[in-house]
Nanobody, 121 residues
């Protein structure tokens, strides 16, 4: 099995910064992509940022220039540095990892438990 452990959410004032972390562990052969999604109240879950195994990054237009995604392959960990936060960034942030498992074929999709980010004065 594979486990994802998220950390770093919280309450921050507009213009502030937060850093989210997500560490994957377990029967991991190789990780294909890691990313962050968020879900605001009453809205659908949306992609925030994603990074592939070759380092290619994808960002939602709303966070470009403010958020930076990175990964530490040795630790199977993905980070999301969030700067210049706005109230509309409020939501539950979910880590997503697509990977190959030891002893299994095909890619598997895993989700973290979610961490709350609240941007408010």
């Amino acid at each position: 099995q594979v486990q994802l452990v998220e950390s770093g959410g919280g309450l921050v004032q507009p213009g502030g910064s937060l850093r989210l972390s997500c560490a994957a562990s377990g029967s991991i052969f190789s990780i294909y992509a890691m990313g962050w999604y968020r879900q605001a109240p009453g809205k659908q879950r949306e992609l925030v940022a994603r990074i592939s195994n070759n380092g290619t990054t994808t960002y939602a237009d709303s966070v470009k220039g403010r958020f930076t995604i990175s990964r530490d392959n040795a630790k199977n960990t993905v980070y999301l540095q969030m700067n210049s936060l706005k109230p509309e960034d409020t939501g539950v942030y979910y880590c997503n990892v697509v990977l190959w498992r030891i002893g299994s074929s095909g890619k598997y999709d895993y989700w973290g438990q979610g961490t709350q980010v609240t941007v408010s004065s």
